[in-house]
């Protein structure tokens, strides 16, 4: 009904909103909007469900290609790269060492359930997604019978839910949809996990490693344990002199120490992090864990830290202050925590004063302590996980990745890159375009085609395109080639066929022409990476291709990227040396 091409940016742009966004968690999306204006909250809802129930996905390929993930080419004869929104967000959360230590704990603690994979995508993997799957997908757990629809506020709620019956929900058959989340199978002992991260040649690998003491506790039905748990972490790691946190940096585990109590799923985890350490250190870390939580079981809880703990949570409760964010949006993720999961009551997140009062008593019946003993101590569903810095694993994984685009273009050799710009102005090098040469190009490109020429002395001579693919005309490449002769001031050295708008040019054409005037062939395939023609997949033609890693492109990267591709060995080892500078295969 609304076929812009963002309806977010629209929105933002042209509404009264006060919070208007899309959430991914590990087990849910959700789509919240907010206004303080009725027609304008109307107006967003409509919108949103529009975007979710009907959207351009079926009707639009390229959406998926963008949004998702797609091959790239910054140039014809550049490297092949992959691109996309998502693909590149995803390779931005991969580079952290926060984020990759905050996933690697959930997908070790519930490995054999959803919160075993990636949410959002693994980059190694999301180009394994094919469109067909991805709508199947969406087909089935984007349907409105597995939706969990939430109104608050001020409003005609039987109007809204008309509404919401007549323009959507009455559109849709039933369907029974699987999305139970199931509970992962405690483990038989807590199991103890070392990987790597990947680290710059310029970081030190000393004083670098994170250690992580994380233990799974009951479920999320259970808010009064919930709350109790948010106590314990502002107690022992977060409260002025927390006993946990001052003993760790008091045998120098880490340079910093903090803890987090993750109870947006099923099944709730507690974790002790030490930041900026050492492998060696992982048993220290642990003993001392153990021995102040073990002290703690014994001569009992700093009762005042956990007073003030309560009161702490409690103040914020009752004062609702959620900062920026609308107080009915905070309510409704509390809601969904037990209501996703069919356990218990909705509302026993947002109904806490009782859980307050029975904490209150708690605090001097032991309840503290065994739950430290329980599940901090006792429990054998946990890791203990360190996360080491390597040098070379980015560079080990970039190989990799050049061998599986290396493989995907039928190319022997893929060589990645700075940019497009760069791996274009690294084919010209190799081709030896210098002073007094003519490289021809065709007339409808970017200005990275043809910004080598004029950096090296040469001259760039424009060519036509062809009316249906809009890329370089053999005929008329033919004629300016024979032009350039004719003239005798200029010497014909090089074509760069640019790959435009997904279409590859004809090169059972443009070929033989090169192979005639002994032309080097660079294909600038920027625009059509993962196009095909006659069989061959763009990126293998010429005797070089590029292609760029830039986000808007059809395969893009968190920042900027490219790629060069060849089958020559001599000719791989000169670009491997002209991208660091000259560096020699030693």
Excluded at 15 to 36: E, G, I, R
Excluded at 116 to 141: A, M, V, W
Excluded at 178 to 188: N, T
Aim: overall charge negative.
């Amino acid at each position: 009904e609304f076929p812009l091409k963002d309806p977010f940016v629209e929105l933002v742009k042209g509404s009264l909103n006060t919070f208007l966004n899309a959430m991914t968690y590990p087990d849910k999306t959700c789509y919240p909007v907010a206004s303080c204006n009725d027609k304008d909250f109307q107006n967003l809802m409509h919108v949103y469900l529009d975007a979710v129930f009907y959207p351009n996905i079926y009707k639009r390929e390229e959406i998926f290609r963008q949004e998702g993930w797609n091959y790239h080419l910054e140039q014809k004869e550049g490297p092949l790269k992959y691109n996309g929104v998502v693909y590149n967000e995803m390779k931005g959360a991969f580079s952290s060492p926060d984020e990759v230590l905050e996933r690697e704990i959930m997908n070790h603690l519930f490995p054999d359930t959803t919160y075993g994979c990636e949410s959002g995508g693994d980059p190694k993997n999301i180009p394994d997604l094919t469109y067909e799957n991805f709508l199947n997908f969406h087909r089935t757990y984007y349907h409105p019978s597995n939706s969990y629809i939430y109104l608050y506020g001020n409003m005609d709620m039987e109007e809204k839910l008309a509404f919401l019956d007549e323009h959507y929900l009455s559109h849709f058959d039933y369907l029974d949809v699987d999305s139970v989340i199931q509970e992962q199978k405690a483990f038989g002992a807590c199991r103890d996990v070392t990987l790597e991260y990947p680290v710059a040649e310029n970081e030190g690998e000393e004083d670098n490693t994170y250690l992580s003491y994380n233990m799974v506790v009951g479920n999320a039905a259970d808010s009064q344990m919930a709350m109790a748990f948010e106590v314990l972490d502002y107690a022992l790691l977060s409260a002025p002199g927390a006993p946990l946190k001052q003993a760790l940096l008091d045998v120098k585990a880490g340079k910093d120490v903090y803890g987090s109590y993750d109870d947006g799923i099923l099944q709730p985890y507690f974790t002790v992090i030490a930041k900026g350490s050492n492998p060696d250190r992982k048993e220290e870390f642990v003993s001392v864990i153990r021995q102040v939580l073990g002290d703690i079981v014994k001569n009992g809880i700093d009762r005042k830290a956990v007073e003030a703990g309560i009161n702490y949570f409690e103040f914020r409760y009752r004062e609702a202050d959620f900062s920026s964010y609308p107080k009915g949006l905070m309510y409704s993720l509390d809601i969904l925590g037990d209501w996703l999961y069919e356990k218990g009551n909705p509302f026993a997140q947002v109904q806490q004063l009782t859980v307050f009062e029975k904490l209150k008593k708690a605090v001097n019946e032991g309840y503290f302590e065994e739950l430290i003993r329980k599940y901090l101590l006792e429990n054998p569903h946990g890791c203990i996980m360190t996360l080491v810095p390597k040098k070379g694993l980015a560079a080990q994984r970039e190989k990799e990745l050049e061998e599986k685009l290396a493989s995907f273009t039928g190319r022997k050799h893929c060589i990645t890159c700075a940019n497009g710009t760069d791996a274009l102005q690294i084919a010209y090098m190799v081709a030896g375009v210098g002073a007094g040469d003519a490289v021809f190009c065709s007339d409808m490109t970017f200005i990275s085609s043809t910004e080598p020429a004029k950096m090296f002395g040469a001259v760039s001579v424009f060519c036509d395109i062809t009316p249906d693919t809009y890329c370089l005309s053999p005929e008329s490449l033919e004629r300016q080639i024979q032009a350039v002769l004719a003239e005798g001031k200029l010497t014909p050295k090089a074509v760069v066929a640019v790959d435009i708008l997904g279409n590859p040019c004809d090169y059972d054409v443009i070929v033989p022409i090169c192979e005639k005037y002994s032309l080097f062939l660079i294909e600038d395939a920027a625009q059509s990476f993962g196009a095909s023609y006659h069989g061959k997949k763009a990126c293998s033609f010429g005797q070089i291709a590029t292609t760029s890693f830039f986000p808007a492109k059809p395969l893009g990267c968190y920042g900027d990227g490219g790629a060069i591709f060849t089958d020559d060995d001599h000719t791989a080892d000169l670009i491997r040396s002209l991208c660091v500078h000259g560096k020699g295969p030693g």
